[in-house]
């Protein structure tokens, strides 16, 4: 009779610094897979800190308390399946990410990470110290190897837990989000499996942290490289998946495969869930947020409701007299579209009161930038004390393009506790609010149909902080804007690039100043969605203080 192995994979999404309630986590999948009969239950990378953690995981005290409560689910989960569990490790004054494997009471291996990420949203370089190579570890009647998330990137260690007798890779992930990820995946994976030819389980967390959300995605893939089992993305889940030894080894029994939603919807999910999460995991049940009449505020309060429910958001109309009466009916049409509270917050008197209080300093002066301002910053004072009032959370609601060169005032529209579209550029929020528009889900708290209507869409944006103005007499067209923008951030083009890419030098050379000038804004914004591996914050860290300009080709 063939042997049979029966592994649980149990994509969850653990809490950042929830040590005891991670451990319930992890306890809770373990009686799932005892029921079921599996020989092991496996749990992503870090999963009893959450992930990832950052500089929290090199406090001793953080530690200690980690491994400990490892320690206790080893002894607790003594009598069933054994359980695979990553956190921290302390050993000869180095500090490792560790997969723990408990089996009959105790901690019976130790797989420390090898290739330590320095890119992108990861310091682990910085945090860790990198493992030693390994050899696999047995559960019942297979030998397994676990290459911990970017060691599976790479194909040493894998081959080196082929050759060392393993039969199995099983691969925990902390893998976040970014825009094709999932296909980069794969193809990564599909390539070990060929290198080894050996079967390959790449198990990943879920949930949002700060601004990065993990959308877990985990898979099973048998010799060859044919997928086996496809797990959901975003979801929770908890999937048993079967294992038989023939004579070219262990095959995995095919079973679900999760569909696989366009780049449209993923980054919509993504926006929703880690708005979801943050919120929750902060202690936050509802938000608030100023609608304004324009298509960035809809698309949030559209994302908010899907998030957290139309009940638990308030949208406020804070109009000055620059607000058209298109603008007040266009809030109103959104608000009512979703189902949520709506108030409106006249700011003239507040704003003539200023004025006033400024006049004797500011006597023969013209009016300019500093008075419009003072409208987004009355906004912000405004809906900040609302906030703090109602225990709402403020959402803020400038877009990619517009973080990118300041077009936002610092204290005032860029107020607030989460922004879901920061790494999101213009020219996408228009088609990402059609796509709403036409598509629902039901991960989606908010209502389906038109949520915001076509004339917000199609209206020329507009700050409204003087009379009749355009985004575009201070900006180009956000389709220029915008492709000249994935060049100078996402793709670290030159200005020479952009110019050979057809665009005005002028333009270029405006674009790159705004950038670097509006440095010191984004320092002090409020976190947001991860959708691209060139998010400003952790992706992308730049001086505020730089006198550097390129100045090549000129």
């Known amino acids: 009779m063939a042997a049979r192995f029966r592994l649980t994979l149990a994509q969850l999404n653990p809490v950042v610094g929830d040590l005891q309630g991670n451990a319930a986590r992890a306890r809770a999948a373990w009686e799932q897979a005892r029921d079921a009969g599996a020989d092991m239950l496996a749990l992503p990378e870090m999963f009893i800190t959450g992930y990832n953690t950052q500089d929290l995981v090199m406090k001793p005290a953080f530690q200690q308390a980690a491994i400990s409560l490892i320690e206790a689910l080893a002894r607790d989960c003594a009598e069933g399946p054994a359980m695979g569990i990553g956190g921290p490790w302390v050993e000869k004054g180095k500090l490792y990410n560790a997969w723990f494997i408990l089996q009959g009471g105790r901690i019976t291996a130790r797989v420390l990470k090898q290739h330590l990420p320095n890119e992108t949203v990861f310091d682990e370089k910085r945090i860790f110290d990198a493992g030693p190579p390994q050899g696999p570890y047995s559960i019942g009647p297979v030998r397994i190897g676990s290459p911990i998330c970017e060691d599976a990137w790479h194909p040493d260690v894998a081959e080196t837990l082929a050759e060392t007798g393993a039969e199995l890779l099983l691969v925990p992930n902390g893998s976040p989000y970014f825009r094709g990820k999932m296909e980069v995946r794969q193809n990564m994976m599909v390539a070990r499996v060929i290198e080894t030819e050996l079967p390959l389980v790449y198990l990943n967390m879920v949930g949002g942290q700060d601004d990065q959300v993990f959308d877990g995605g985990s898979f099973v893939l048998n010799p060859g490289g044919a997928l086996a089992v496809q ?324």
């Open 231 to 554: 797990l959901p993305l975003f979801d929770e889940a908890v999937v048993h998946v079967d294992f038989t030894q023939g004579p070219d080894g262990w095959i995995a029994t095919e079973g679900a495969r999760a569909h696989i939603p366009d780049a449209m919807e993923l980054d919509y999910r993504a926006m929703v869930e880690s708005l979801r999460d943050y919120m929750g995991k902060t202690g936050f049940r509802t938000a608030i947020l100023g609608l304004s009449g324009g298509i960035d505020s809809a698309i949030v309060a559209t994302i908010a409701a899907d998030a957290i429910g139309a009940d638990n958001l308030r949208c406020v109309m804070l109009p000055s007299e620059y607000t058209s009466q298109a603008s007040l009916d266009d809030a109103r049409a959104v608000a009512d579209a979703l189902g949520c509270a709506y108030d409106t917050v006249p700011i003239s008197a507040a704003r003539a009161a200023v004025t006033q209080t400024l006049a004797p300093l500011f006597a023969g002066r013209d009016p300019d930038l500093t008075e419009e301002n003072i409208q987004s910053r009355l906004r912000g004072l405004l809906l900040m004390a609302m906030s703090n009032k109602f225990g709402n959370m403020l959402l803020t609601t400038g877009n990619k393009s517009e973080v990118a060169v300041g077009y936002a005032t610092i204290y005032g529209d860029m107020a607030g506790g989460y922004n879901p579209i920061k790494d999101m550029y213009k020219t996408r929020v228009f088609q990402v609010c059609r796509w709403r528009n036409e598509n629902h889900r039901a991960w989606m708290k908010g209502p389906a149909g038109e949520v915001i209507p076509t004339r917000i869409i199609e209206k020329p944006p507009s700050a409204e902080l003087r009379p009749d103005q355009k985004d575009e007499d201070s900006l180009p067209p956000y389709e220029v804007l915008d492709a000249i923008l994935m060049l100078l951030v996402d793709a670290e083009a030159s200005v020479e690039d952009c110019v050979a890419a057809g665009y005005d030098r002028a333009t270029v050379k405006r674009i790159e100043h705004l950038i670097y000038i509006s440095e010191y804004k984004r320092f002090q914004s409020a976190p947001g969605t991860r959708l691209s591996p060139r998010a400003f914050w952790l992706d992308r860290r730049y001086p505020i203080v730089n006198r550097w300009r390129d100045d090549s080709g000129a």
